[in-house]
């Protein structure tokens, strides 16, 4: 069977990528957290979409890890299949008096990495899609909001200044009267 996942050199490399994306969407709840009484202070929409980019996020990290995880065991079931495979070749050529006892636990071994090889095949693709998207959806709810708190305040502002200049002309119009 041929190998479909990365291997070694490729496994360290989605690893790297992996924990970056998780780096950041830990800072990304923890900043949250951190700025709770500005997030409190602002309208219910916005709370309610850094609440789920949040949730999103924290998402993004337990399939980040599941990830990892998956590709860590198969990159760990790849290396090991050949090495009991020489182990039993080099049983069947030895002389050793527990040889049957021996070659049964080394199959065992072999069929437990092919099996979760072969599942691992079909998981590690849906934690990957599961963690990118999780992340992608994430940053994006988080641009929008980021992009409406600082719209917002402007917006409120200029209302501010104009409800301000109203109310001083009329005043002025009643004390001209």
């Known amino acids: 069977m041929e190998d479909k996942a990365p291997a070694s050199a490729g496994v360290s490399l989605y690893s790297e990528g992996v924990k970056w994306t ?4 830990g800072a990304a709840v923890a900043g949250a957290f951190l700025h709770l009484d ?10 309610w979409l850094v609440a789920v980019a949040v949730g ?17 065991a198969a990159d760990i079931d790849r290396t090991r299949k050949p090495e009991i495979g020489q182990e039993l070749s080099d049983l069947h050529q030895s002389n050793v ?11 065992k071994r072999r069929d437990k990495h092919t099996k979760r090889l072969d599942r691992s095949y079909v998981v590690t693709p849906r934690w990957h899609v599961a963690y990118l998207v999780t992340f992608i959806v994430a940053s994006l709810l988080s641009t929008v909001g ?12 200029d209302d501010g200044q104009k409800g301000q200049g109203e109310r001083v002309s009329g005043k002025c119009a009643s004390n001209a009267s």
């Open 22 to 25: 998780i780096g950041l969407s």
């Open 38 to 47: 500005e997030l409190n202070a602002q309208p219910t929409v916005a709370r």
């Open 56 to 72: 999103l996020f924290a998402t993004s990290i337990v399939c980040g890890v599941n990830y990892l995880h998956w590709l860590m």
């Open 97 to 107: 008096d527990d040889k049957e006892a021996r070659r049964c636990v080394l199959e």
């Open 146 to 157: 980021l992009f409406g708190a600082i719209v917002r305040p402007r917006a409120s502002h």
